[in-house]
Nanobody, 117 residues
Framework: QVQLVESGGGLVQPGGSLRLSCAAS????????MGWYRQAPGKERELVAT???????RYADSVKGRFTVSRDNAKNTVYLQMNSLKAEDTAVYYC???????????WGKGTLVTVSS
């Protein structure tokens, strides 16, 4: 099957930066969309950013201009560079892989990002 392993979460002060990574393994297929979602306490999971194999990106309005999603197709890894972090960015961040040809959607276990002084 598919496994997603996230890394890079932690505690950071407001205005700081963090970089998340997510490595995928298994039956990934050549064409897919990888990305990040987040879930804050008491809130629903929401899209943060996604990127296709071809490099097309999509961002939530709340992170545009601050976060950058990228990927290394050779390593089946997606990254999320988070700058100018705010307290409202505090959440568990989940890596996601979507394979359109099969309809399969897979999730990582999540990594906690806490923005606090």
């Amino acid at each position: 099957q598919v496994q997603l392993v996230e890394s890079g979460g932690g505690l950071v002060q407001p205005g700081g930066s963090l970089r998340l990574s997510c490595a995928a393994s298994g039956s990934i297929f050549t064409v897919n969309t990888m990305g990040w979602y987040r879930q804050a306490p008491g809130k629903e999971r929401e899209l943060v950013a996604t990127i296709t194999t071809g490099g097309s990106t999509r961002y939530a309005d709340s992170v545009k201009g601050r976060f950058t999603v990228s990927r290394d197709n050779a390593k089946n890894t997606v990254y999320l560079q988070m700058n100018s972090l705010k307290a409202e960015d505090t959440a568990v961040y989940y890596c996601n892989l979507y394979i359109a040809v099969t309809g399969g959607r897979y999730w990582g276990k999540g990594t906690l990002v806490t923005v606090s002084s």
